[in-house]
């Protein structure tokens, strides 16, 4: 447990500054991460230090297609996550509070040093949502910079801007899932706003950050051409059309049993229709 970073105190507890959800935690209370607790008027990161997932993965399994490809880099992950996504794949730690999964101890020089130790040139953090962890995830990033190592974040991109513009100068690359070009599909579906992460996005690339993409495509919800087509115009009117698109099949999982898996031939056609509007790099994901 360490003191959280991103908060303020407020007359009934603390107001967490970390995301847009700017949650109001009162003493003993929680945020919407479940990670984040106040406690005697201070806000707490429960989670720092304790992994709940590591292991070695391929590079392109983050997906970065165009990044370092055919290395290896250890991949890490706390509990907790900002967006409650209906059909989440990893709802076993994502979605639940630090005591409720199983978790080792390792401190970010521990980390840092068995990456070394493995040889691994990349250290990725990933599986849940790096940013409820925050402060576990920029004190890993800045020795792990500081020994030559690259950093990878793999993110659902919503945070503030104060606390994205910190890590950043540590981050190499990152691949940001934006779940629909639709802000009623967020707040119905994910429980967030899609305006942030769009702009996440574009602060990334203004930072030289090696940014891919990834949307998933959830059947009957946000497969149609029309909102493929859309992700593609924002993309190319912001001169991201050399961002790699990942489009991903999507499978019933966590709360949502139904519909069925995305037919593979929706996404040959969402391949189709990301090339024709100018994007050079997509790429088909869990196929």
């Known amino acids: 447990m360490k003191e959280a970073r ?34 005697g008027g201070k806000l707490y990161a429960l989670s720092y230090g304790m992994p709940c ?28 996550c900002n967006l409650s996504c209906r059909w989440c794949q990893n709802s076993d730690i994502s979605q639940v509070a630090p005591e409720q999964a199983e978790r080792g101890f390792l401190t970010p020089g521990e980390v840092v040093a068995l990456c070394l130790e493995r040889g691994l040139p990349s250290l990725a953090y990933t599986y849940t949502e790096p940013f409820t962890w925050w402060e576990y995830m920029y004190d890993i990033a800045v020795l792990a910079h500081g020994k030559g190592l690259k950093n990878i974040l793999v993110s659902a991109g919503y945070v503030e801007k104060d606390p994205l513009r910190e890590l950043l100068p540590y981050i190499d690359a990152a691949n940001i899932d934006i ?22 996005i574009l602060v990334m690339k203004a930072a030289g950050i090696h940014v891919e993409i990834t949307n998933l495509l959830v059947t009957g919800l946000n497969d149609s051409g029309e909102q493929v087509g ?58």
């Open 179 to 200: 779940k629909a070009m639709d802000d009623a599909f967020y707040r119905r579906y994910c429980g967030a706003t899609l305006a942030p992460v769009l702009e996440n």
């Open 230 to 287: 859309r992700l593609c115009r924002w993309m190319s009117d912001n001169g991201l059309q050399d961002v790699p698109l990942h489009l991903s099949r999507y499978f019933p999982r966590y709360r949502m049993k139904e519909p069925g898996p995305t037919p593979e031939a929706t996404l040959d056609k969402a391949r189709e229709t990301a090339l024709a509007s100018g994007i050079r790099y997509v790429h088909l994901g869990n196929v």
């Open 6 to 39: 991103f908060y303020k105190g407020i007359e009934d507890g603390v107001e967490c500054q970390l995301c847009p959800h700017h949650c109001r935690i009162r003493e003993g209370g929680r945020g919407r991460c479940r990670s984040r607790e106040c406690r």
């Open 53 to 80: 997932a590591i292991a070695v993965d391929p590079i392109e399994k983050k997906p970065l297609n165009r990044f370092m490809p055919g290395t290896q880099c250890l991949s890490l992950s706390c509990t907790g």
